[in-house]
């Protein structure tokens, strides 16, 4: 396989035409039969890699070049998750768009040819996968939850905590599912996962999903000043799933693909192995 034809079985696990502006290829590479893919990639673990015989090296996060750069435009899929919990599009679009320009303006002063230099100058075929891994993490969240409380309108906290650690990423995973806001004994009313889209959309995004119905929102992580706010809120509650399992969840799905098709995987940088 090739660079773009790893590339392709990302997005049609997916469904997307497209490759997300948080994601590309960044040094092309052929006859691929064995990579290396972690949460975060950068020149140790390219080295690293290479040591190991790898062919190329896929990062989850957007260590370089424009998939970094332009991080904050694929937060416009935010939007198309409220709207599915409820949220008017109008409303939608202005609860993120002040996250949004924050984001922006982090990354515009950011380091983003660090990883990207480095790749080529190992010659190490580079590919980074965002969007697509997080958007199978959050379907997969979602269908469990679904399942798990389709016949339960009383599920409590402690439920969908309970839940989540039937997944082995979360049964493994040294930072554990916790109750960010609520407790555990709490009905956790609508449970909604919110985990692609970039990052997280900000204090007035968690208020729009609340006030559309959502009773719980579980996502990979939260910033302590959200936090606070939705506790003063005091309308909904949090389930911060963890960062590192839930990148993992998606991350998974996808290079059993790869393995599926012959490909040689070695899960490094944060990759919580299920097996």
Known sequence: MNTKEIMKVAL???????????SGIIVEGENIKKVAIGVDMELAEMMLARELGVDLVITHHPTGGSPRINLHKVMDNQIDSMVR?????????????????EVERALHVSNYDRAVSAAKLLKMPFIGIHTPTDILAERKVQKLLDEKFKDNPKATLQDVIDALETLPEYQKTLAKPVIRVGSKDD????????????????????KAYYEAGVGTLVVMHMPEDVIKA??????????????????????????????????????????????
């Open 12 to 22: 049609d696990l997916v469904g997307l035409e497209e490759i997300p502006v948080d």
């Open 85 to 101: 919990a409820g949220v008017p599009i109008n409303k939608a679009q202005k609860a993120l768009s002040e996250k949004k320009g």
């Open 230 to 275: 939705v506790k003063e809120q005091n309308s909904g509650n949090v389930i911060v799933a963890g960062h590192m399992a839930s990148d993992s969840v998606g991350i998974n799905e996808f290079a059993k693909a790869l393995e599926d098709k012959g490909i040689e995987v070695i899960r490094m940088s944060g990759l919580i192995d299920p097996k």
């Open 187 to 206: 009905y956790a009313g609508k449970p909604f996962v919110t985990m692609a889209g970039g990052t997280g959309g900000g204090v007035n995004v968690h």
